[in-house]
């Protein structure tokens, strides 16, 4: 009766093959490319929101700065791709041949060191994982040593988006500034930009958020899951159980930030360019409002959340482009008014009782859904 | 050396220890020692002192001076959850649990082992955990419960439960602060019967104001007037104190 909890039960499990099922077949032999590529890019995203799940849902950590973990993963591919796209004889024009255009524009004349590395593979993929968990451990650390939580926490991570994102804008030279860092062309000599280059890279994205799922399901099943459950209801009490709170919470952070460094490396690859406008403010919160409209304890549904938000996204602000932000917000605040589980609460307590007919809920770890936390 | 070989066989001493919030000495020049298996009772009027007095040696508050020495280790310099790990466990007045956990899982966070980060990612919850599990949940009238989320126990239930989290730490020294607090006649019977079953092979360290109950238990009692130990002795000597009448237990 009480083993180790499996790693999903069947609810959990047939979840996970419905959205195989949706990503791997449904989506790719229904769409057209271009729609496939926009596919793509809302599931870049979602790497996102999985993290905040762990973070926010189940840690009760809040962090309103996830665009910078985005934008470190994401500008570390496009140094990668736009160094390969800056050989010699790609811009032989420039004054300074064989470093990236927008330096030449800025009167740089040889390669900043933070840049060379960059030239591997093998470290840009290293450094896409290692950048952000480090980054995320001298924050964590700093913050959660000292008790800085809640919404300190969240203001603390919202101000990081937002220097961050003065800092890629005002070091034009070295980040590509405002524009970012744009056409990029191949990976390996390998043609991103062809869609048949889109196709393949979608199915390896796809691969890709399969592992963060599987990943974070591990960590949510583990007994550390059940910490960070217990270290949102009753910080003090898991203090004076012998553990040290401020790890744990570092760990959640440091979890979130690489998935969605992952994101932002693969969201480059996808998209073909990088900017600040991916890091700031509000890119962060509207990646919260992703988590909190999918439900901030459902790993599944975050991407169904990010998946559909965007969705929207794209065809309202096609026709009503000034309404959209508005309509946004009222989302937002709808589903923290409304339904504070999102889209996954709504599932449990709505759908699922009435397609098993047995009108009881179908995922006991969802019990944990029933009550708020307080962030 | 007489005094060495004394400090040396006490489980805690605490010395000289202050603290002040904002100029008000809550705890002042506070001194005493507490006997390896020893249960020992902290009384003393509103505002004595007693609770900080436990938040001070578990690490909730930290002391402006003095020393709390736990089997030689100074604690007023270790974090909270090393002072747990050197063997202290505390019940805090309010039942502390975890609601949205099942009483197994409230059970099972405390039991210790894995409690670094990378050792609860990889805890392994076999049959040496079960069985303890199982075996406390017994003790703290909860067996029948273990997979029901704890939100939905009763409060006297909830106090169970934060108590056999203690235990299944098996601290050396066990502070409880009020722990019959907010029962039912019923329940407060069964609460000193199971502290009584397991105050055995450890240091007790009791605030309370059910005299009653507090004669029941205690080895030692300890009287706390505005931070300062007023008296200390048996429970039949500290009743008869004329200065502890005046206090607390009136006329």
């Known amino acids: 009766m009480f083993d180790n909890p499996r790693f999903a039960n069947r609810s959990e499990l047939l979840g996970i093959a419905v959205l195989a099922l949706l990503l791997l077949a449904i989506l790719p032999l229904t769409l057209d490319v271009f729609r496939l590529n926009l596919v793509a890019k809302y599931l870049t995203y979602s790497f996102v929101a999985i993290g905040l799940v762990l973070c926010w849902g189940c840690g009760g950590v809040l962090s309103l700065g996830q665009g910078v973990f985005f934008g470190l993963g994401g500008y570390c591919m496009a140094m990668f791709l736009k160094l390969e796209a800056s050989s010699a004889a790609n811009t032989k024009i420039q004054s300074t041949p064989g470093i990236p255009d927008f330096m030449d524009w800025n009167q740089i004349t040889a390669l900043p060191f933070l840049w060379q590395p960059f030239h591997s593979l093998t470290f840009t993929i290293v450094a896409i994982l290692v950048v952000p968990a480090i980054f995320a451990l001298i924050v964590g650390a700093a913050m959660f040593k000292r008790r800085v939580g809640g919404v300190y926490f969240a203001i603390i991570t919202q101000a990081i988006a937002a220097i961050l994102t003065i800092l890629i804008v005002g070091q034009q030279g070295y980040t590509g500034g405002i524009n970012g860092i744009t056409d990029l062309r191949t990976l390996k000599g390998w043609d991103i930009r062809t869609d048949h280059a889109k196709f393949v890279l979608y199915f390896v994205e796809v691969a890709c958020l399969f592992a963060c799922i599987f990943a974070a399901q591990f960590i949510r099943r583990s007994k550390l899951g059940r910490i960070l459950v217990a270290m949102r209801d009753k910080e003090d009490r898991v203090r004076f159980s012998g553990y040290s709170v401020a790890n744990f919470k570092t760990f959640a952070f440091c979890a979130a930030a690489v998935f969605a460094a992952v994101g932002g490396a693969l969201f480059t690859l996808e998209v073909g360019f990088m900017s600040p406008s991916f890091v700031g403010i509000v890119p962060s919160i509207e990646m919260v409002i992703y988590t909190a409209v999918g439900g901030r304890l459902s790993i599944l549904g975050a991407v169904y959340g990010t998946l559909l938000v965007n969705a929207a996204k794209t065809s309202f602000s096609e026709s009503f482009p000034q309404l959209w932000l508005l309509g946004l917000g009222a989302l937002f605040i709808a589903v923290v008014l409304a339904f504070p589980n999102g889209l996954a609460g709504i599932w449990r307590d709505h759908v699922q009782p009435r397609l098993s007919g047995s009108g009881k809920p179908g995922k006991p770890w969802e019990a944990i859904a029933d009550k708020t936390p307080a962030e | 050396m007489q005094i060495g070989h004394l400090q040396k066989d006490f489980l805690l001493s605490v010395e000289g220890l202050t603290v002040s919030f904002d100029g008000f000495k809550a705890v002042n020049n506070l001194s005493f020692y507490v006997d390896e298996d020893e249960i020992r009772v902290i009384i003393g009027p509103n505002g004595a002192g007693k609770t900080t007095v436990l938040d001070l040696i578990c690490g909730k508050t930290k002391a402006s001076s003095g020393s709390i020495q736990f089997r030689g280790k100074e604690l007023t310099k270790l974090k909270e959850n090393q002072i747990v790990q050197a063997g202290i466990g505390r019940k805090f007045q309010t039942p502390s649990i975890y609601d949205d956990l099942t ?13 670094s980060v990378f050792g609860a990612l990889t805890f392994n919850r076999d049959k040496a955990v079960r069985e303890r599990v199982e075996e406390v949940a017994e003790m703290v009238f909860l067996a029948d ?22 235990l299944i730490q098996d601290p050396d020294l066990l502070m409880l602060d009020e722990p019959v607090a907010g029962m039912s006649v ?35 009692v300890t009287v706390l007037h505005q931070g300062q130990v007023l008296a200390e002795g048996s429970m039949n000597a500290v009743k008869t104190n004329p200065k502890v009448i005046e206090v607390y237990l009136g006329h």
Not at chain 2, 104 to 115: A, D, H, K, Q, V
Not at chain 2, 145 to 166: C, F, N, P, V, Y
Not at chain 2, 194 to 215: A, C, P, Q, T
């Open chain 2, 103 to 115: 009483v197994f899982e409230n059970l099972e966070i405390s039991y210790p082992r894995g409690r």
């Open chain 2, 145 to 166: 419960r273990l997979a029901m989320t704890a939100d939905l126990l009763s409060h006297g239930q909830k106090q169970w439960l934060e108590i056999g989290m203690l």
């Open chain 2, 186 to 220: 019923s329940e407060r019977v069964k609460t000193a019967e199971l502290l009584n079953r397991i105050i055995k092979g450890r240091s007790v360290l009791v605030i309370e104001h059910d005299m009653k109950f507090v004669e029941d238990i205690a080895h030692k």
